[in-house]
Nanobody, 122 residues
Framework: EVQLVESGGGLVQPGGSLRLSCAAS????????MTWVRQAPGKGPEWVSA????????TYSDSVKGRFTISRDNVKNTLYLQMNSLKPEDTAMYYC???????????????RGQGTQVIVSS
């Protein structure tokens, strides 16, 4: 059974940092590209960042580029998202998700975790 379990969310002041983690199990983690997706209250899902299987190629949405860093540890089967210079508009539920072998956009994931809440507020 594929499982993705996020952690690391919380309440942080604007300008602060958080590091999200996603523990993966039930599949060969190193074989799949992974992505982070977020959803704010009353809004649709928004793609944040993605990383290929070996971790050598990463990509970011314009809204987080230069502030967030995605990485993965294929030995620990864990995906990370380092979030710096957080803004109130980053407030959302953050989900890690697995991308299937073929996809045309980063929201076409086949499995997603339960999410971890990030609140950026003073």
């Amino acid at each position: 059974e594929v499982q993705l379990v996020e952690s690391g969310g919380g309440l942080v002041q604007p300008g602060g940092s958080l590091r999200l983690s996603c523990a993966a199990s039930g599949f060969n983690f190193g074989w799949y590209a992974m992505t982070w997706v977020r959803q704010a209250p009353g809004k649709g899902p928004e793609w944040v960042s993605a990383i290929v299987t070996g971790g050598g190629t990463t990509t970011y949405s314009d809204s987080v580029k230069g502030r967030f860093t995605i990485s993965r540890d294929n030995v620990k089967n864990t995906l990370y998202l380092q979030m710096n210079s957080l803004k109130p508009e980053d407030t959302a539920m953050y989900y890690c998700a697995r991308l299937p072998e073929r996809y045309s956009n980063f929201l076409q994931y086949d499995y997603r975790g339960q999410g971890t809440q990030v609140i950026v507020s003073s």
